[in-house]
């Protein structure tokens, strides 16, 4: 044996390495440490058998052992046999073998008496990075703090506990993963955060990340673990937490402020949004509406429940030309921001005599137009104490304001098209005559849910010169004043030319030629009747409409479908067929447009069966051709219709 032999005969891992770190030779607990057998170690280099994680300390410790010809010492971590990580003090010193030859000589320092001497570099390092070390002996169901950070070691007076004591201060729901942490099987465990109640300072949030250990070859296994004081950095988080939630909140209110603004249908309605909303969104206490009155010239005033209504009856009437804070922000477009009452009175000395003005500390006044734009009105936030408006709340008012005023622009201008539709259709829709002998008629009119209240359904009836009455029944294309200017060419025509044509189909054919050299790029369909009240013959004729329907008064009825052609402008050099038939004394015909008897998930055929049962059954309880012509509208108007609808109903008595 090798006299430098003796190096090996250590009962730790112990090696010789060249200088340039290849072994030399080792012992068997060195090979074992490394995880292999010795001759898959010999002529190996040493740092490359290290996990990669060591080799760099493993390097130095070689180097400074090489070179400064003074011992070196280094913590360093090897595999193990086993999951448990061995964690070792490392000795490297120079030696020279018998020739003379450079050697390094590097062995484990035996710590399993005197483990501190491995954890005072622990210590050091969980001290700088603010963390804080324990180990916990399973065999002994004990935790031991090993130091750390001071502010750490307050959270633990006792520098050993039983697991059972510290169970005890961590929360409820915290204890399934202290358990966890603890009893791991895994060479390494995740951050687990904890609640951990103090002596003193009550609950603190940690996080702990546990390791299981060999410490010193030939030592124990553990559970080395490492914790960090999270309370800050957890209240920080909370703090930010609740302050997203509280902008998130602010931007959904927001959000719906202006899609209630973008909604409002009405007056009203916008009044009732901002008054409900405003105040909230912006943390007042209080807000008034003020809307010019654009007739008078004059201010109206409301405002929300938290408001007196003496100061917004006080605005009521008020002149733009007030000089008063609230008409001067609407007359001239510029938003005012009062901080306090102060700064009220020194801008507005006047404002000590204004009731508004005087049950408040601050103030925001917003105009609903900006400066350059027709004056609206505007809404003012009041708040019981002093108020400073950041840009950002600022823009964001005026930002809102502005979308009301556009909304009341809107509706504003929606109302003048509604009167104007309104009119344009009750000049549009005929007075039926007053009385037709042997006759009872009636019709009914309801415009599409969808646009404005006027659409091209229409329907006719007058007297001819021979006596007899002429009756139609029409829709349009479109629901619009287009559409409605349209049927109204088409009934005027039709008036016009009946008066010369004693046949209906004639009559079709006239107008359809009409329509086309029009070029209106619109169509129409309609039904026409000539009725002779003496006899009850009845002609008529169908430019592609609706069929007839028949009611009896024994309550049955029939669907009549007219001869006829296509629908009124669009085919040139049409000829309109007709077919007479004879209405009986007390039977009842009932002419609708497809509005009444169409609709979501109600086909034409199930509808004109539906309307000439209602009118069928009317008719056999006695009711008069109003009483008929109502029960068929509101039926088409409870299956939720969406076109115009029309019905005209004749019955001879």
């Not at 010193?93 to 050697?103: F, G, I």
Request: net charge negative.
């Amino acid at each position: 044996m090798d006299p430098w032999d003796e190096y090996l005969r250590w009962a730790t891992p112990s090696a010789l390495l060249e200088s340039d770190g290849t072994i030399r030779s080792l012992n068997a607990p060195m090979a074992a440490t490394l995880g292999r057998s010795a001759n898959q170690c010999v002529g190996h280099d040493f740092l490359g058998l290290l996990p990669k994680d060591q080799r760099a300390s493993a390097e130095s410790l070689l180097i400074h052992g090489a070179t400064t010809k003074t011992v070196a010492m280094r913590v360093l971590e090897f595999s193990g046999p086993g999951e448990a990580t061995v964690i070792s003090l490392i000795e490297a010193r120079p030696v020279k073998d018998p020739a003379s030859h450079e050697l390094v000589w590097v062995h484990s320092v035996d710590a399993r008496n005197d483990p501190g001497g491995l954890l005072i570099p622990f210590r050091l390092a969980a001290a700088a990075a603010d963390l804080g070390l324990w180990m916990y002996a399973p065999w002994k169901h004990r935790l031991d703090w090993l130091g750390g950070a001071p502010a750490l070691a307050l959270l633990f007076p006792h520098a050993s506990a039983s697991l059972s004591r510290v169970v005890r201060r961590v929360h409820p729901g915290d204890r399934k993963a202290l358990g966890q942490l603890v009893r791991s099987t895994a060479a390494q465990s995740p951050w687990i955060s904890l609640r951990f109640r103090t002596e003193n300072e009550g609950w603190h949030h940690v996080a702990c990340q546990t390791r299981r250990i060999q410490l010193g070859y030939g030592g124990t296994e553990q559970v080395f673990g490492v914790i960090r004081d999270d309370t800050q950095l957890e209240a920080h988080r909370q703090k930010e937490l609740a302050t997203l939630a509280a902008e998130r909140q602010r931007a959904d209110e927001i959000a719906d402020f202006s899609a209630a603004l973008i909604t409002a249908a009405t007056e009203q309605e916008l009044q009732q949004v901002v008054l409900t909303r405003v105040a909230a969104t912006f943390g007042g206490t209080g807000a008034l509406l003020t809307l010019l009155d654009n007739e008078t010239g004059l201010l109206r005033a409301s405002s929300d429940a938290r408001v007196d209504p003496r100061q917004s009856d006080s605005m009521a009437g008020v002149s733009l030309d007030d000089p008063q804070p609230l008409p001067r922000a609407i007359r001239t477009g510029t938003p005012e921001f009062i901080a306090n009452h102060e700064e009220l009175i020194r801008r507005w000395p006047q404002a000590v005599s204004i009731p508004y003005l005087g049950s408040f500390i601050a103030m925001s006044i917003i105009p609903l137009s900006p400066v350059g734009d027709q004056p609206l009105g505007g809404w003012a936030v009041t708040y019981d104490s002093e108020h400073h408006f950041s840009p950002d709340e600022r823009a964001l008012m005026s930002t809102l304001a502005d979308l009301a005023g556009q909304a009341l622009k809107r509706i504003r201008l929606q109302q003048a098209r509604v009167e104007l539709a309104t009119a344009l259709q009750q000049h549009m829709l005929p007075t039926l005559p007053d009385h037709l002998p042997g006759l009872e008629v009636a019709a009914r009119y309801q415009p599409s849910r969808d646009g404005l209240d006027i659409g091209g359904d229409w329907y006719d009836a007058f007297v001819m010169p021979n006596g007899t009455v002429a009756l139609e029944i029409g829709d349009s294309q479109g629901h619009d004043v287009d559409a409605a200017a349209y049927m109204g060419q088409v009934r005027t025509s039709i008036r016009a030319i009946a008066a010369h044509e004693p046949e209906p189909a004639t009559v079709l054919t006239r107008i359809n030629e009409l329509l086309i050299t029009m070029n209106a790029a619109r169509f129409a369909s309609c039904t026409m009747l000539y009725v002779d009240p003496r006899d009850g013959q009845v002609t008529g004729a169908s430019a592609g409409h609706v069929p007839l329907l028949c009611a009896f008064e024994d309550g049955s009825s029939e669907i009549h479908e007219l001869l006829g052609g296509p629908v009124l402008g669009v085919l040139s050099g049409t000829d309109y067929l007709e077919e007479t038939f004879t209405l009986e004394e007390g039977t009842a015909l009932i002419m609708v447009t497809d509005g009444v008897v169409e609709g979501p998930g109600l086909t034409l055929e199930a509808g004109l069966e539906r309307a000439g049962t209602l009118a069928a059954q009317a008719l056999h309880d006695g009711l008069n051709a109003e009483a008929i012509a109502d029960q068929i509208l509101d039926a088409a108007v409870a299956v939720d219709h969406l076109d115009d609808v029309a019905v005209l109903v004749i019955r001879r008595i």
